[in-house]
């Protein structure tokens, strides 16, 4: 297979740029690397440097380099956000869906235990949602019940919070401009960050009313920030960096260090080479584990490594921005040949050295230590013995490890006192699990409807490959970007739908009229607090459309109404069987239909819908799916909380279970 082509390799922009060593060389071309190669002969690592030194000294001459924004004091907290996670508003650590209220406290606990706290958070809202009706972006903040106290009660933890902004959201309910919108809700909410969804860097309108709503706010993009840009953008991802075999260096913050940068590689299992390049440019990570819905968990062995080097980072973050910078320093001949590189941040009688093991196998080196101070092993946190200034220290197989050499009376109570543990490499697998089906006795059905027969059915779904994945697994794994046709094209499944017993479809939807009659009698109201309000609320039945479906009900509001009128949601393999006969109907305008799908694998909700909806977002294919669809198309819908799951493009129908003798 063409490299080019194979998703399992990197593309040829995301591959390590190679630094030409000769004196006279022309440099420019480093502008638009990602990552700097290093030759893997240990010999070239001198002129290696002098190269890069020089690369830095023209670059910043070529693009008339200012650093004025990187000595604001409001912004001097990118540089120290090492560790940022992504996060789905309605993950199960973060939200509550018994008491429908936010958790923060059990999201921040969780981070601290497993990887030794989150600097940062974004709080990611509307993609893969956005698109099923009308909302756009910032209703799906706005609308949030408690949002601005989630970001007080996170900055009292001492975490800095994002916001994402999308700039493919076009097609939605227009209101003011993007700038104006945003810098609304950074003010606000008082925002820390913008994350710029599938943008490299924002544009200068946009970060300037960003900085008069609120000075301090960085702006953080996706991927390879411009090099002309960097003096604007305090932070930017590591997205898509493959390394070389001999680690290099990391382009955009080796030009500048205090340009915070988050390596992420989100559909990968394993987590080492970037923990490691973060580690040897003294730059941070992304965590994301729910990936639009998908999980992709770090093993326990990745957790620990970032836990123990985060440990170090915020510590000796001074040196890190400050220190003097060596890539590659010398470590003697044995230490290359066993797979071991290091990096040196050197400033006064203070002396930083982290160190990489690229082998499989345990590595025992003696590196020189300068200065007269004690020397302790980062991994351990042990005091170590010099010898004729080296001190020999371990590092795992495919692992990090360090050396700090503390100048006198320096504060040492940061360094880990507990044994690092043989903690497990593999991927922990988290399977979603169906919410079991509400029991219904068997009754006769008191709408037209079809009748689905007992016994096996084999059904073809077909379904649009998102981000979301179908019911559990990412879609995407080890992949590094996914494009189309692997993105957004239609794929098939089979499933098979066994029913122990005869199941009586609602030909049609619940109507508004249907729905008001079991408000009017039960008193109904919203079952999830929040959000706009409905307008079936308040509505008479005689105000209803007999002919329209009902919308903005939340599955707990039509698993009320079933309740109410003795059935229960059809499942979505009941749904389809049903819809593939004669006499199916769908009521106007055509909304999706909810079915008994519930899903959850303990931080994310989700079900599939059915039908389709008059109702599409044109503009970007990264909106929900849309338009009337066959009966054999199902879209995973990630469940928002809060009232949020309430949409004008959302209705359902009901289903009863059939004695045998009514069926025949």
């Given at each position: ?374 020397a302790f092993d980062l991994w351990t946190g042990r005091e170590l013995s010099r010898s004729a200034g080296t001190v020999e220290v371990g590092i795992p197989g495919r692992g990090v490890g360090g050396v700090w050499v503390a100048p006198s009376g320096h504060d040492r109570s940061w360094l880990p006192e507990d044994s690092p543990r043989e903690d497990a490499a593999g991927f922990t697998h988290r399977l979603a699990h169906r919410v079991p ?209 309430r949409s004008t493009s959302i209705g359902f129908r009901v289903a009863w279970p059939v004695a045998d003798e009514d069926h025949r």
């Amino acid at each position: 297979m063409d490299d080019d082509l194979d998703p399992l390799v990197p593309r040829p922009l995301d591959r390590p740029t190679v630094v030409p060593l000769e004196p006279d060389a022309d440099l420019s071309g480093l502008d638009v690397g990602k990552i700097l190669a290093a030759p893997d002969d240990p010999a070239l690592w001198p002129r290696w440097r002098e190269s890069l030194t020089r690369w830095r000294d023209e670059a910043r001459q070529r693009h008339d380099y200012d650093d004025s924004l990187y000595r604001r004091p409001e912004l001097a907290w990118a540089a120290d956000c090492f560790v940022v996670s992504q996060v789905w508003l309605w993950d199960e650590l973060l939200y509550d869906w018994d008491n429908h209220t936010f958790t923060p406290e059990r999201l921040l606990a969780d981070a601290q235990e497993r990887f030794g706290g989150f600097d940062g958070v974004v709080l990611w809202h509307a993609y893969p949602v956005i698109g099923v009706d009308d909302r756009n972006q910032w209703d799906f903040y706005r609308d949030v019940d408690g949002l601005a106290e989630l970001v007080r009660t996170l900055h009292d933890h001492g975490v800095r919070v994002f916001v994402d902004y999308n700039p493919w959201d076009v097609g939605t309910r227009r209101c003011g401009d993007d700038a104006s919108e945003l810098a609304a809700l950074v003010a606000d909410l008082e925002i820390d960050g913008v994350f710029l969804d599938t943008l490299k860097e924002g544009g200068g309108s946009l970060l300037a009313s960003l900085d008069a709503a609120r000075p301090g706010v960085a702006a953080e993009g996706e991927s390879t920030v411009a090099l002309p840009r960097v003096v604007d953008h305090p932070l930017s991802w590591a997205q898509w960096f493959a390394d070389s075999p001999v680690p290099g260096v990391v382009r955009s913050h080796f030009y500048e260090r205090r340009h915070q940068m988050h390596h992420v590689r989100r559909w990968h299992r394993d987590h080492g080479e970037e923990l490691q390049s973060a580690w040897l440019n003294g730059i941070g990570v992304m965590v994301w584990e729910v990936v639009f819905g998908a999980w992709v968990g770090w093993s326990d062995r990745d957790a620990q490594v970032l836990r123990r080097m985060v440990r170090a980072q915020r510590a000796l973050s001074h040196l890190l921005r400050d220190g003097e910078w060596t890539p590659l320093a010398d470590l003697g001949a044995d230490a290359a040949e066993l797979g071991v590189f290091g990096s040196t941040f050197t400033e006064g009688d203070e002396h930083l050295l982290t160190l990489v093991n690229r082998g499989h196998t345990a590595a025992t080196v003696r590196v020189p230590t300068p200065g007269t101070g004690p020397a302790f092993d980062l991994w351990t946190g042990r005091e170590l013995s010099r010898s004729a200034g080296t001190v020999e220290v371990g590092i795992p197989g495919r692992g990090v490890g360090g050396v700090w050499v503390a100048p006198s009376g320096h504060d040492r109570s940061w360094l880990p006192e507990d044994s690092p543990r043989e903690d497990a490499a593999g991927f922990t697998h988290r399977l979603a699990h169906r919410v079991p089906t509400p029991d219904v006795a068997p009754s006769r059905p008191t709408v037209p409807h079809l009748t689905v027969p007992s016994g096996t059915h084999v059904l073809t779904v077909r379904y649009r490959c998102r981000e979301t994945g179908m019911y559990e697994g990412a879609p995407f794994v080890d992949e590094w970007k996914p494009l189309p046709p692997r993105l957004h094209d239609l794929r098939t499944l089979e499933r098979v739908a066994v029913l122990d017993r005869p199941i009586a479809v609602a030909a049609r939807e619940v109507s508004e009229r249907e729905f008001a009659e079991f408000v009017a009698a039960t008193g109904h109201r919203p079952a999830v607090p929040g959000g706009r309000t409905p307008a079936w609320a308040g509505r008479t039945p005689a105000e209803a459309d007999p002919q329209r479906p009902v919308t903005e009900v939340d599955l707990a509001d039509a698993r009320a109404y079933a309740a109410w009128s003795g059935s229960r949601l059809p499942t979505e393999d009941e749904w389809q069987l049903a819809a593939e006969q004669s006499g199916f109907e769908r009521l106007v305008p055509a909304v999706w239909n909810l079915t008994e799908s519930e899903h959850t694998d303990g931080r994310t909700r989700f079900m599939m819908l059915k039908g389709g909806a008059d109702h599409r977002s044109e503009g970007s294919s990264w909106y929900f799916d849309g338009g009337v669809r066959g009966p054999d198309f199902a879209a995973k819908y990630l469940v928002p909380g809060l009232g949020l799951g309430r949409s004008t493009s959302i209705g359902f129908r009901v289903a009863w279970p059939v004695a045998d003798e009514d069926h025949r």
